[in-house]
């Protein structure tokens, strides 16, 4: 149980260009989901939390107009990185929680963004 | 600022031997903890977790003990296999939002 799949796993797009990468609960229903984003040999960043139905918190320095998230069901949020530049160069990993009241948070296998 | 870290970056065993990884935890306020296992290239794996109620919990091969009066965290992993090989993360929690905040982590190794 407690499965998370992200799509895809590997992009690569050229500077300029969006990408939209997927994040799914596939055996449970996930009303909070989150965003890190992580560099070589370094720990998780988080970007964002992900409320079904709501609108996404930031963190503290993530530019929400250039990382959008959508929580449009209890099973999927969408991360869409806008104009991308090579800075934006990551992995990008999303996570779950559970049940609504569990705080154990369940990661999907990551997608590694390479823009060019 | 608030964070959690860990004492040592690297750790390698030999196959068979007890692996044991460090966290520090600065906040007191604190009161749940997960560790993780990620290998290269995929998302971190679920491994254990605690409430601070609680100064020991025991899973499969591992266990996670907590002591909160030196706020130190630690997981042990017992009969270390080449299939433990991977990056440990500590992360802690801390009220109602739901946030982990990710320690440094750990690079174990295990020669066979």
């Known amino acids: 149980g407690a499965v998370v799949s992200q799509h895809p796993s590997w992009v690569i797009c050229k500077s300029g260009t969006s990408v939209k990468i997927e994040c799914r609960s596939l055996?449970?229903?996930?009303?909070?989901m989150f965003w890190y984003r992580q560099f070589p040999k370094q720990s998780l960043m988080l970007m964002a939390t992900?409320?079904?139905?709501?609108?996404?918190?930031?963190e503290q320095g993530v530019e929400k107009d250039k990382f959008l998230i959508n929580h449009a069901s209890l099973t999927l949020s969408t991360l869409t990185v806008t104009s991308a530049h090579p800075e934006d160069s990551s992995f990008y990993i999303c996570?779950?929680?559970?049940?609504?009241?569990?705080?154990?948070?369940?990661f999907g296998p990551g997608t590694r963004l390479l823009v060019l | 600022g608030e964070s959690v870290g860990l004492h040592l970056p690297t750790l390698s065993v030999q196959e068979g031997d007890n692996s044991i990884i460090n966290c520090a935890y600065s906040?007191?306020?604190?009161?749940?903890f997960i560790w993780y296992k990620q290998e290269s290239g995929k998302g971190p794996q679920f491994i254990i977790d605690?409430?601070?109620?609680?100064d020991k919990r025991q899973g499969q091969r591992v266990t996670v003990l907590l002591n909160k009066t030196v706020k130190h965290l630690s997981l042990q992993i017992a009969a270390t296999q080449p299939g433990d090989s991977a990056v440990y993360f500590c992360?802690?929690?801390?009220?109602?939002?739901?946030?982990?905040?990710f320690g440094k982590g750990t690079l174990l190794t295990v020669n066979p």
């Open positions: 906040n007191s306020a604190s009161d749940y």
């Open positions: 055996d449970f229903q996930a009303t909070t």
């Open positions: 605690i409430r601070s109620n609680m």
């Open positions: 992360a802690e929690n801390r009220g109602s939002n739901y946030k982990l905040t």
């Open positions: 992900s409320n079904e139905g709501s609108k996404a918190t930031y």
């Open positions: 996570s779950a929680r559970d049940l609504p009241s569990g705080r154990a948070q369940y």
